[in-house]
């Protein structure tokens, strides 16, 4: 690890007597920029010892980057032997297990000035002395608690006086703590100790309590004894000098006695929740929020999937940072009628994440006062929000294309971040399906009317000539929750009059059969991917926000897209066949349903390069053909734009006895069953009915997935159960039976597909 040079701990020596001590192999100045870094329960100890040799640390900021399981204490009582530092957890957990004959038995022993911040402490700590405490034994000067959850266990041998406490045993004389948005939520044991404190175990200066919680899970405090003497929040010493002040400070379960204007935590009064879950009618649990303090603890936590609701109107401060949607995380916000007011970036939505906001209490009226910012990710909710959509848009490297839609309502190109950087090296076209055009938005041609504005709904090509083909776009405005409409073009006997390039207008994934009837629009759609390729995509792919998509209308439509972010679960059960052929640039698809409907059309790629593969059917190519259960033969179509070697890929999803790729040119006859794969030589000149694929489905063979009673290891197949056991090739020639009574080991020396048949269950198994 990188040690810290020579001439700052010169310096250092100058200006902090204490800090002439070693840090060990600890990384980081202390510089609020630059903290000291604590990634291991042995940066922690390396702390803890120079400490206890006198190195304060005052001022110096440190940073907990990860959960750590500790035995020592930072800091004890005797004079030069405290910490001062700037002490940040990032939300990260420290688990105490410390048993101890000493006093200020705690995670910091013993603190001066300093702040501890952004942590959570749990484990178990065991004593026989005095000023046990959650987060520290004593504290001198002016100490900061912020954020501090202790769910710990104090665990008190004491017989008499413990003056324990559930953050701070001790705060000494003239000395000044100031608790912000911390709770504690975990144990006091002691059957034979008394004197004691919910926070505090014994306060001689004076004390802050702002936005905090106690909520003990378990008390076994002796409080009959000096009932008087033991509180709630903090003792008060003997002479009645010491002060504690409350603001919004709250507490479910008393330690007896319960000082100044702490009010009461009640499940009866909204105006009362701190620190709470519900079940709310749509059937998710929340966490209340009230207070700036308490959003921010949320914002330490919210990467764990926790769901918040407002309990008042809420004005969070720029100093806490935006609320940030980790990646992959799902989270849900209830206004509950309120309003959440901060500056821009209110919220940030990371790529990959789902923030959805909801208003349980169904009124519709809550609101975010502030820009939430989408960085590739989703917001779900049929509430309109200011927000700022961020597309990445990766063109392809070639010429620059690809599409794209807007997910704000109609906003003008002008007003798109990143659109337009540069007028001479992009281009923005409609497709005209009446004239088969693209219309460049520039356009002044007679008769044609040029465009400025994205229409919701709509797809658009884009291109761009920039030196990096990646269009960093971003939407500004109010989010789209209306459904909206859109006329197809339809022309019968034209195949390119009708398909439509739409656009997902909600700054959410929408699902092709969920958020538009597939009534009269060709099964499968189109996306346009970044090596200027057509795709064809099954219904069950996701339509991204700020995405284009490509359908084909089999009649006269008006379509209805809808404000839905749920998947189709429609058609997962039909039978089909996955063609993918690729070379080391590009790959295309093909998808043959074993039902009726229309099949997706073939239509060329912008991408002159790219291999076309696609299904002959009925005297029509298709990207998706649709064909009935009893065909035998597939005629597969490839047509390759360079010269090299391909690798076309099979994945059946069905139940086949017989699928074999039969290549015309070189006469190879591929089980793909077994080999699912395929590798060849290709050319330009080559003819484009190359393939034939022949297929049989299984007879008389009801399959599922609880029939399993074979299978295969090695060279043997291990069959389980009692009756008749019959094997069939995938002809249908019967080439084993016998009697099975138990487990059975069967040799099957060849490969292929066979059928094994016991008693009324049959399972197909697959010999390599």
């Known amino acids: 690890m990188k040690k810290r040079n020579l001439l700052f701990l010169l310096l250092t020596m100058m200006f902090t007597p204490m800090a002439m001590f070693g840090q060990g192999e600890l990384t980081g100045s202390g510089a609020i920029d630059n903290p000291i870094n604590i990634n291991s329960v042995d940066d922690w100890n390396i702390i803890s010892d120079n400490v206890k040799n006198g190195n304060s640390y005052n001022g110096l900021y440190f940073s907990l980057n990860d959960n750590i399981k500790i035995t020592k204490s930072i800091g004890n009582q005797p004079a030069g032997k405290k910490f001062g530092g700037i002490f940040l957890g990032n939300g990260n957990t420290i688990t105490v297990n410390i048993t101890s004959n000493e006093k200020y038995a705690a995670p910091f022993g013993s603190l001066s000035n300093a702040t501890i911040q952004d942590i959570v402490v749990e484990g178990e700590i065991t004593s026989s002395n005095k000023f046990v405490a959650g987060v520290a034994g004593c504290a001198f000067g002016e100490c900061n608690f912020i954020n501090c959850h202790v769910s710990m266990v104090v665990n008190s041998i004491v017989n008499g006086d413990g003056t324990h406490g559930g953050l701070l045993g001790l705060l000494e004389l003239n000395g000044t703590a100031n608790f912000t948005n911390c709770c504690f ?31 003990p899970s378990e008390i076994t405090l002796n409080i009959s004894v000096n009932k008087d003497i033991s509180s709630t929040f903090a003792r008060l010493d003997k002479n009645n000098t010491a002060v504690n002040n409350f603001t919004n400070t709250y507490y479910v379960t008393t330690l007896h006695k319960v000082e100044g204007t702490a009010r009461v935590y009640t499940n009866d009064d909204d105006d009362d929740y701190y620190y709470d879950e519900f079940a709310a009618p749509d059937g998710n649990t929340y966490y209340y929020i009230t207070g700036d303090n308490k959003w921010k603890f949320f914002q330490n936590n919210i990467n764990e999937n926790k769901n918040v609701s407002l309990t008042e109107d809420l004005t969070a401060h720029a100093s806490n940072g935006a609320l940030i949607i980790a990646e992959d995380d799902e989270v ?95 281009n923005i076209y409609l497709y005209d399906p009446e004239n088969l055009r693209w219309q460049e938005y520039r356009n002044t041609d007679p008769g044609v009317t040029p465009f400025t504005t994205f229409e919701n709904g709509r797809g658009y090509l884009y291109r761009t000539e ?39 207008p909600f700054p959410h994934d929408i699902y ?43 009649a006269e439509e008006t379509l209805t897209i809808k404000n839905t972010a749920s998947a189709s679960k429609r058609g997962v059960n039909n039978d089909n066949i996955v063609f993918t052929v690729a070379n080391n640039d590009t790959k295309d698809v093909a998808f043959v349903e074993f039902k009726e409907g229309h099949g997706l059309n073939k239509i060329e790629h912008l991408n002159e390069t790219a291999p076309m593969l696609y299904v002959n059917y009925n005297g029509a190519n298709f990207a998706s053909a649709n064909v009935s259960d009893d065909v035998k033969v597939i005629n597969l179509n490839f047509k390759a734009k360079t010269s090299g070697k391909y690798t076309l890929i099979c994945k059946a999803n069905g139940e086949f006895s017989y699928l074999h790729l039969i290549d015309r040119m070189t006469g190879e006859d591929v089980d793909m069953l077994l080999d699912e794969e395929y590798s060849f030589i290709a050319s330009s000149q080559d003819k484009e009915n190359r393939f034939i694929v022949r297929l049989e489905y299984l007879e008389n063979a009801e399959i599922s997935e609880n029939s399993t009673f074979a299978y295969q290891n090695g060279d043997n197949v291990i069959v389980s159960g009692d009756g008749m056991l019959q094997v069939f090739d995938m002809t249908g020639r019967i080439v084993n039976t016998m009697n099975v009574s138990g487990v059975e080991n069967i040799n099957v020396k060849a490969q292929g597909v066979y059928i094994f048949k016991l008693n009324d269950k049959t399972q197909k198994i697959v010999i390599k």
């Open 185 to 215: 939520d975990g144990k006091l044991l002691g059957s034979k100790t008394i004197n004691c404190g919910g926070f505090v175990g014994y306060n001689k200066g004076v004390i802050n309590f702002n936005n905090c919680l106690f909520n």
């Open 466 to 504: 920039g030196a990096e083909k990646t269009a960093a776009i971003e939407y500004s405005g109010m989010t789209n929750i209306e459904d909206v409409t859109y006329t197809l073009s339809y022309a019968e006997g034209s195949v390119l009059k009708t398909f439509n390039l739409l656009g997902n």
């Open 332 to 426: 849900i916000i209830d206004l509950n009628g309120h309003t959440l007011t901060r500056d821009e970036n209110a919220i940030v939505v990371s790529k990959g994440a789902t923030l959805t906001i909801v208003d349980n209490n169904g009124k519709k009226t809550g609101d975010i006062d502030g820009k939430i910012y989408i960085a590739e990710g989703q917001l779900v909710s049929d509430m309109t929000f200011n927000a700022t959509v961020m597309k990445n848009v990766e063109t392809w490297e070639i010429n620059g294309w690809n599409t794209m839609a807007s997910p704000v309502g109609e906003v003008t190109f002008e007003s798109v971040s990143g659109l337009l950087s540069d007028v001479f090296k992009h």
């Open 512 to 554: 092709k059969g969920e958020a538009f009837s597939d009534e009269n629009i060709a099964d499968k759609f189109y996306m346009f991917e970044s090596d200027g390729t057509w795709t064809a995509k099954s219904d069950s792919d996701a339509i991204p926000a700020g995405t284009a998509f490509l359908v084909q209308a089999t």
